[in-house]
């Protein structure tokens, strides 16, 4: 299984980027897809979700209204629109997969425990 998420890069705040998430080994349309970011010093944190059904999209409070996650099961890539940058988005952006087994609970898709596949992370930099 491989997840190559790409997208990152140097911005200035306000500014807009797409990080790109596309797997392979997998049968993606039965895994929820998340993405998580790690700045500098700082622990691993939830940035959004989404399940194997597009339905249902989760995303952190810190960036509700500015990012949006999607996916695309015929291309086995999950995105996220990140809109209205700040300079604390600046990290390293991760993907994640989970397969549809396991339990659910609330809180489920901000655990990285949850998570069985990961992505090799992107740099983000917002510049203010």
């Known amino acids: 299984v491989q997840l190559q998420a790409s997208g990152g890069g140097l911005v200035q705040v306000g500014d807009s980027l797409r990080l790109l998430c596309t797997a392979s080994g997998l049968t993606f349309s039965r895994y929820a897809m998340g993405w998580f970011r790690q700045a500098p010093g700082k622990e691993r944190e939830f940035v959004a979700a989404?399940?194997?059904?597009?339905?249902?999209?989760y995303h952190a409070d810190s960036v509700k209204g500015r990012f949006t996650i999607s996916r695309d099961n015929v291309k086995n890539t999950v995105y996220l629109q990140m809109n209205s940058l700040k300079p604390e988005d600046t990290a390293v952006y991760y993907c994640a997969a989970r397969g549809v087994g396991g339990s659910y609970y609330l809180g489920w898709e901000r655990s990285t425990s949850e998570y069985e596949y990961w992505g090799q992370g992107t740099l983000v930099t917002v510049s203010s």
């Open positions: 989404i399940s194997w059904s597009p339905d249902r999209q």
